[in-house]
């Protein structure tokens, strides 16, 4: 199929394409096009215009300053998932990123787009809640900083603004190391569930915890009550059986065709439990 007709715009600059935006608050941005092109193609939705972000310079960027890393949203899932840095410094995002979709989409779908999607089954907007990542957008009217905890509001709905492009997500450094876990039923498939864990670990005891749930409701979901258990505990088969309990509190599953309510509950504390074991510096 085709998509109806739209106006193309492809910007310059990050300059040139908020001010479009700004007198087109029904116009839609592109980024790599892997959600937003199938919807268009099968007419689920139709825009009026269509602003390509995609030859703006420098918006693919990764970078360390510091302790922080920094990504442009038009950084490819693939670049994410290959960078030496973040595989040593976050191997939680590089995980997660390898375990997207297939080749094809990682070779072409970008962070920034599958955080802006908005789309819970999407893999990235847990790990960015595990990590506690800020979201700086661009608008017309200047610059704000969004918390990731803050921006993910329902589904296929993030807190940006008309007007507004996400610019760049920073992630600090806080010396910890996570795992991502997800359960799909075919290669390619979206997650039926997944699970991002980052811990802090010092003399054998949390110091900082991160959990953010793929599939487990409307948005992505931070598990703050089983964060905020496990800091200052050891990790223990008993304490993990007890934040596994608190993820079941942040979860809103319902029975549909990928399972009942119950199986989804028993598979999530398993991932969970794997995820948290498959950590480095946690006793096996």
Do not use: W
């Not at 890393?69 to 290959?82: V, Y």
Request: proline share 4%; aromatic share 8%; glycine share 10%.
């Amino acid at each position: 199929m085709f998509p109806e007709k739209f106006e193309y715009y492809a910007p310059e600059s990050i300059e040139e394409a908020t001010k479009f935006l700004n007198g087109h608050e029904d116009a839609k941005v592109l980024a790599g096009g892997q959600s937003l092109i199938p919807l268009l193609k099968l007419r689920f939705t139709s825009i009026p215009q269509l602003v390509d972000i995609g030859r703006l310079k420098g918006m693919d960027s990764i970078s360390f300053q510091g302790n922080t890393l920094r990504i442009g949203p038009m950084a490819r899932t693939h670049s994410i998932a290959e960078d030496p840095q973040i595989r040593k410094k976050f191997p939680i995002l590089s995980e997660a990123a390898g375990l997207i979709a297939d080749p094809l989409v990682r070779n072409m779908g970008t962070i920034g787009g599958d955080i802006c999607h908005g789309d819970p089954s999407n893999d990235f907007p847990a790990v960015m809640l595990a990590l506690n990542a800020n979201f700086e957008v661009t608008s017309a009217k200047g610059k704000r900083t969004i918390k990731a905890q803050d921006f993910f509001t329902d589904t296929f709905t993030t807190a940006l603004n008309p007007g507004e492009i996400l610019t760049g997500i920073t992630i600090e450094d806080r010396n910890s190391s996570g795992r991502y876990m997800k359960y799909k039923k075919y290669a390619g498939d979206f997650s039926i569930l997944g699970i991002a864990v980052d811990l802090s670990i010092d003399s054998g005891k949390i110091k900082e915890a991160g959990i953010g749930l793929t599939n487990c409701g409307a948005t992505a979901l931070k598990a703050t009550e089983a964060e905020k258990f496990l800091v200052g505990k050891e990790v223990t088969d008993d304490n993990i059986a007890k934040a596994g309990d608190l993820l079941l509190k942040a979860a809103d599953f319902m029975d549909d065709d990928n399972g009942s309510v119950k199986f989804k509950e028993k598979l999530l504390k398993y991932l969970f439990t794997k995820a948290v074991k498959g950590i480095g510096g946690v006793p096996k």
